[in-house]
């Protein structure tokens, strides 16, 4: 940088570059993207409150009355049939069970609130041989799994046991590991 001739050219750039350390001191321009500051109208409020009043109830015994009718379809997949099965099921179990399963599920998911729409073509068996939903941890896989026919799932084998998912678990034909 080069040297000021005069007095005044130096108080110039004396206060060129006290202005420049003062903006460092003022509020960025771009907003915090890690903070987030809704603002919901009381009309907003009342409506969401009225409507979770009214919609929740009817959801929940919908999809009560859904598993009533699940629960006998996946039982019926399942009779006679070992938790371990050592070969796949292609009787009647298949053809019949499978799709019915699939129509109650996509029913159930629709009722609550969740429309799921498949874009593109699905992979054949030599393009894809293996589907992976992950983090395995949530409702979202089931739902996957119903959207994609029924695969057989790979599941914990003390699931199983769990009263009334577990035979949801066993008419899929899961593969169970410890």
């Given at each position: ?8 050219e130096?108080?110039?750039l ?12 003022y509020p960025p321009a771009?907003?915090?993207?890690f903070?987030?500051?809704?603002h ?7 409506y969401?409150?009225?409507?979770g ?7 929940v015994?919908?999809i009560?009355?859904l ?7 996946a ?6 049939r ?5 070969k796949?099921?292609r009787?009647?179990r298949?053809r019949?069970?499978?799709p ?6 996509q ?11 498949v874009?593109?073509?699905k992979?054949?068996?030599?393009e894809?041989r293996?589907f ?12 996957a799994?119903v ?5 057989s799932v790979?599941s ?10 577990g ?11 410890t």
């Amino acid at each position: 940088m080069a040297q000021p001739t005069s007095d005044s050219e130096a108080a110039v750039l004396e206060s060129t570059l006290s202005q420049d350390t003062s903006k460092s001191l003022y509020p960025p321009a771009v907003d915090n993207p890690f903070t987030q500051q809704t603002h919901i109208s009381a009309w907003r409020w009342a409506y969401t409150v009225l409507m979770g009043a009214v919609l929740v109830p009817v959801r929940v015994s919908y999809i009560a009355v859904l598993f009533i009718f699940l629960w006998p379809v996946a039982a019926l997949s399942t009779i006679g049939r070992r938790a371990r099965p050592t070969k796949p099921a292609r009787s009647w179990r298949r053809r019949l069970v499978q799709p019915t399963l699939k129509f109650l599920f996509q029913v159930t998911f629709f009722s609550a609130g969740f429309l799921v729409k498949v874009k593109g073509i699905k992979a054949t068996r030599d393009e894809a041989r293996i589907f992976v939903a992950a983090p395995h941890s949530s409702f979202f896989d089931a739902v996957a799994c119903v959207v994609a026919g029924f695969p057989s799932v790979v599941s914990a084998s003390q699931n199983v046991r769990i009263p009334v998912a577990g035979k949801f678990l066993l008419s899929t034909q899961p593969v169970p590991v410890t």
